[in-house]
């Protein structure tokens, strides 16, 4: 069963169907990352509304989606870089097994040791 809805404040008319009764051919954004892909900068072509019109999810074509972009090793490095700093102390300079928390900004340890 499909029904038409407007899109985002389009005057276009927007394919819009029930909850598992999509066609071949479509996917949700979780549906093409699980498949390794993504949307590509293309928009969507569909919705599904379940929930009684509570919830949506729109649905992009599947011969469109490109495959899903790696991070380069520089990126991984400044990325591993930045979560070992939310692991060090401040205070101490010890790199600890857990993130920081910024209510204190040291380690638990230092903390206790120098409640503020």
């Given at each position: 069963?499909?029904?038409?809805?407007h899109?985002?404040?389009?005057?276009?008319?927007?394919?819009?169907?029930?909850?598992?009764?999509?066609?071949?051919?479509?996917?949700?954004?979780?549906?093409?990352?699980?498949?390794?892909?993504?949307?590509?900068?293309?928009?969507?072509?569909?919705?599904?509304?379940?929930?009684?019109?509570?919830?949506?999810?729109?649905?992009?074509?599947?011969?469109?989606a490109?495959?899903?972009?790696?991070?380069?090793?520089?990126?991984?490095?400044?990325?591993?870089?930045?979560?070992?700093?939310?692991r060090?102390?401040?205070v101490?300079?010890?790199?600890?097994?857990?993130?920081?928390?910024?209510?204190?900004g040291?380690?638990?340890?230092?903390?206790?040791?120098?409640?503020?």
């Amino acid at each position: 069963m499909t029904t038409t809805y407007h899109f985002a404040g389009t005057d276009e008319e927007f394919p819009t169907y029930r909850y598992r009764l999509a066609p071949q051919g479509l996917a949700t954004r979780r549906q093409l990352r699980a498949a390794g892909l993504r949307p590509g900068g293309n928009y969507p072509v569909a919705q599904i509304l379940w929930r009684r019109g509570k919830r949506v999810a729109y649905l992009y074509r599947l011969d469109l989606a490109a495959p899903k972009r790696t991070a380069t090793e520089a990126q991984r490095a400044a990325i591993a870089k930045a979560l070992r700093a939310r692991r060090t102390c401040r205070v101490c300079g010890q790199v600890q097994p857990y993130y920081i928390p910024r209510r204190y900004g040291c380690c638990f340890d230092c903390h206790e040791g120098n409640p503020s």
